[in-house]
């Protein structure tokens, strides 16, 4: 069949319109990519950001709260080039240069910023952002945004609020589509442990573009806008005032003070010192070198990471098992002629009376008496030797909480030490008995533990036997804490020998300077302080001074441990310390000014060994 020519066009033209629609149905209705490329330059996406959540203390006070900042936008091909330069960083405060090589890296990246906004400048002043509103007529292009930025009201708890930071792109790459370039997260301390309640949600507006990229009206009339979301507030367990007064107590000092409530296991105080001051957490990137640089490592909480030697206070630990295994009494008597002699070697003691029973070895904190609780808890005859002797008291240790993490809600916390048989078969080859070991009678040796380990010691014997895991977070609207806060957690002694020991803790504050009482310094009349010192051996020079603690005697309100390294007797400074904040707490005042400027002004700095930072 011969085609004409006239229909041969037709025909050729016919498919061309219909590959022709073909492709314009491919673009207009598959494939979407050429609807968002139009629908971006014809619109312009203004970032809402959400105010991060406040952060109030147990009482309503708040400890981090918001200040307004702004942000410096642009969107490069909407800049109408050349431009002024030199007015625009003279409005901005800076230096022509940072202009300028911000835009050389917009000119080299054109394609792939496209019609994206980008950050300029972040945090500018008020009274920056004001001036260049003013202004803005000449810059088409730029633009502020207005944004949150964390503020401080009482210098409370620097350490253990933490801070916040620009993501990075291992973070967003951890998190995939929640953050962009730009946004903020907590990076530390409750910041972090709470950023998914803090931060909000963000929102935004939608705005036209003219003919000549100029930003117009809303688009649609808003309909399509979301408004942000605020954050959640999160109320802690934190005591401000308290907090404050124990970091002026430990300023000069090296080391932590925790005191917890024992009827729930709440927080009251969490200092470390030294401490990060409040007014460097606001913009940390520009404090961060001096801060990381320093020697005594403000950044390194020591209250729940650092794993020291708990020293004598620990003799209640071993003291109480030996009452639960049946190996002493509070009647039991031992003698110390200066320490515990065996073999050879012989470990050392202060003068004392001599025998001593119970009571007042924890009074007068007799090493002598603990080695002997000790040596009987390992070779007691019911275990078929010392190996089994030795686990059987380490689960002991362990139901009081040493050996692993507490599970507090804080996020860097440690959970020391307590050595194992095995370990102890391998170094010495099995050939070890309690001798060999005899430093952990008296807190020493291979242990480990945190401030808030010992802290919680005190706790747990405030509750004749018992404790909750210590908690920084109060559960509050839209914010829940784990259940596992409100549970009891027991250890494997029996209340009534909790009874026995608590007599010499009594006496170990209250007896007075002739009775041979370590802790009569901290004695506050009408308070029943109950507590223990502590003496813990240091081997980068002077011990460290110890001291746990609760009041009162009956239905305690507060326990309490200060750790202060190369401080030397524990009574020298942590009982102090430890009595101040206490009494401060119970009664809201010092009957004692002159202790209390003594332990405020006191520099111990130069005995701590300052660790050297690289560089």
């Not at 102090?576 to 006191?602: D, I």
Request: proline letters at 5%; one cysteine or more; charged letters at 20%.
């Amino acid at each position: 069949m011969n085609i004409g020519k006239d229909t041969r066009l037709l025909i050729g033209f016919g498919v061309a319109l219909l590959v022709l629609l073909l492709r314009l149905f491919q673009i207009q209705v598959i494939d979407g990519s050429y609807k968002s490329d139009a629908a971006n330059q014809a619109m312009y996406r203004k970032t809402i950001y959400p105010s991060r959540g406040i952060i109030y203390d147990r009482n309503g006070t708040i400890l981090v709260g918001n200040k307004i900042t702004y942000d410096l936008m642009v969107t490069p091909r909407e800049i109408r080039e050349p431009f002024d330069t030199a007015l625009l960083a003279e409005i901005l405060q800076v230096d022509t240069s940072f202009i300028k090589e911000k835009f050389r890296y917009y000119r080299k990246y054109r394609t792939r910023i496209g019609w994206q906004t980008q950050l300029m400048m972040k945090q500018i002043p008020s009274e920056v952002f004001l001036k260049f509103m003013e202004s803005q007529y000449l810059f088409p292009g730029f633009n502020g945004v207005e944004r949150t930025t964390r503020d401080y009201p009482i210098n409370s708890g620097g350490n253990l609020l933490g801070y916040c930071s620009e993501v990075d792109d291992a973070f967003m790459a951890k998190h995939p589509g929640e953050y962009r370039a730009g946004d903020y997260y907590g990076k530390t301390g409750i910041e972090a442990a709470r950023e998914k309640e803090l931060r909000g949600e963000k929102g935004y507006n939608i705005f036209l573009r003219g003919s000549n990229n100029r930003i117009k009206d809303h688009y649609m009339d808003g309909a399509y806008d979301k408004e942000a979301v605020p954050g959640k507030d999160v109320v802690t367990t934190i005591d401000a005032s308290l907090q404050n007064y124990g970091q002026r107590l430990m300023q000069g000092k090296v080391g932590a003070m925790v005191a917890i409530e024992p009827s729930t296991g709440e927080i009251l105080t969490l200092v470390s010192s030294p401490c990060i001051n409040v007014n460097a957490l606001a913009d940390f990137s520009a404090h961060y070198e001096e801060i990381a640089s320093d020697p005594y490592r403000p950044m390194f909480n020591r209250a729940v990471a650092s794993a020291y030697p708990p020293g004598s206070v620990f003799k209640l630990v071993n003291g109480l098992i030996g009452l639960q295994e049946g190996v002493l009494t509070p009647s039991t008597r031992y003698p110390c002629n200066k320490g515990y002699v065996y073999g050879k070697k012989k470990l050392g003691c202060h003068n004392h009376p001599s025998p001593l029973n119970m009571e007042q070895s924890i009074m007068m904190s007799c090493n002598g008496y603990y080695c002997y609780v000790f040596k009987s808890l390992l070779e007691n005859k019911k275990y078929k030797n010392v190996s089994e002797g030795f686990d059987v008291w380490r689960d002991y240790v362990q139901s009081f909480g040493f050996g692993h993490k507490l599970g507090s809600d804080f996020p860097s916390e440690r959970g020391g030490n307590v050595p194992t048989s095995t370990y102890y078969d391998r170094v010495y080859r099995k050939r070890w008995n309690s001798n060999t070991v005899i430093s952990l009678s008296i807190g020493q040796g291979e242990l480990g533990c945190t401030p808030l380990h010992i802290a919680n010691l005190a706790a747990t014997i405030a509750n004749r036997g018992y404790y909750y895991i210590p908690h920084i977070v109060k559960a509050s609207e839209g914010v829940e804490i784990d259940p596992k806060y409100y549970e009891k957690q027991y250890t494997k002694v029996s209340p009534e020998n909790f009874e026995k020991i608590i007599p010499g803790m009594w006496r170990a504050v209250n007896a007075g300077p002739e009775s041979g009482a370590t802790a009569w310094v901290g004695e506050v009349k009408g308070l029943d302080i109950c507590g223990k010192t502590g003496t813990a051996q240091n081997p980068h020079g002077a011990d460290n001074s110890v001291f746990i603690c609760f009041a009162p005697r009956d239905n305690p309100k507060i326990a309490v441990a200060v750790y202060v390294e190369n401080g030397g007797w524990g009574a020298t400074w942590a009982v102090p310390m430890a009595s101040l904040l206490v009494e401060k707490y119970l009664t809201g005042e010092v009957t004692r000014p002159e202790l209390e400027q003594r332990m405020m002004n006191a520099n111990l700095m130069h005995k701590v060994k300052a660790v050297k930072v690289k560089k």
